[in-house]
């Protein structure tokens, strides 16, 4: 099994910085990419940002030049530093685990963690 635990949540006011941060545990196929999406109340889940293990990532143009992915590979640990946040950067953000076969299709999904940003 594999397993992914998420932190770094929380509330913080508009201009705002938090970092996420995903441990994957397990039997980790490799290589792999490893993301964070984003759902909204009423709205599809999103892209935000996602990794391979080989380093090369990928930004909504939502958050490109405020959010910076990053990974531990030695740890399989997949971080977010997400800066300037917006109200409308609020939502439940995923961490997620896919085989770099079908990278638009993650296997793995972590509980979500909750982000609010206030204006």
């Known amino acids: 099994q594999v397993q992914l635990v998420e932190s770094g949540g929380g509330l913080v006011q508009a201009g705002g910085s938090l970092r996420l941060s995903c441990a994957a545990s397990?039997?980790?196929?490799?290589?792999?990419?490893m993301g964070w999406h984003r759902q909204a109340p009423g709205k599809q889940r999103e892209l935000v940002a996602r990794?391979?293990?080989?380093?090369?990532?990928y930004y909504a143009d939502s958050v490109k030049g405020r959010f910076t992915i990053s990974r531990d590979n030695a740890k399989n640990t997949v971080y977010l530093q997400m800066n300037s946040l917006k109200p409308e950067d609020t939502a439940v953000y995923y961490c997620a685990l896919s085989p770099l076969f079908s990278i638009s299709n993650p296997s793995r999904w972590g509980q979500g963690t909750q982000v609010t940003v206030s204006s």
């Open positions: 397990g039997s980790i196929f490799s290589p792999n990419a």
């Open positions: 990794i391979t293990s080989g380093g090369s990532t």
